[in-house]
């Protein structure tokens, strides 16, 4: 086989190394993005859960004091 041939076959190698390299990288980040979009999912419905209990806590207050009336 020619030197041509191996050189050509070395640049694409290359190539797919620098490719693979990039995704890596990008497989990485994406990694951390979705962590830090599930903590803040979790810490989302922790303060929807919070705020829904308060709503129910003063629609029952309310009911009372109508009652009491």
């Given at each position: ?14 190539r ?8 890596e ?9 979705e ?6 999912r979790?810490?989302?419905l ?9 709503v ?6 309310l009911?009372a004091?109508?009652q009491?009336?």
């Amino acid at each position: 086989m020619s030197e041509h041939y191996f050189n050509a076959l070395e640049q694409k190698i290359d190539r797919l190394l620098t490719r693979l390299q990039q995704l890596e990288r990008e497989n990485g980040h994406l990694r951390d993005q979705e962590a830090r979009l599930r903590e803040e999912r979790a810490q989302l419905l922790q303060l929807h859960d919070q705020t829904r209990d308060k709503v129910e806590g003063m629609i029952s207050r309310l009911k009372a004091l109508e009652q009491q009336s």
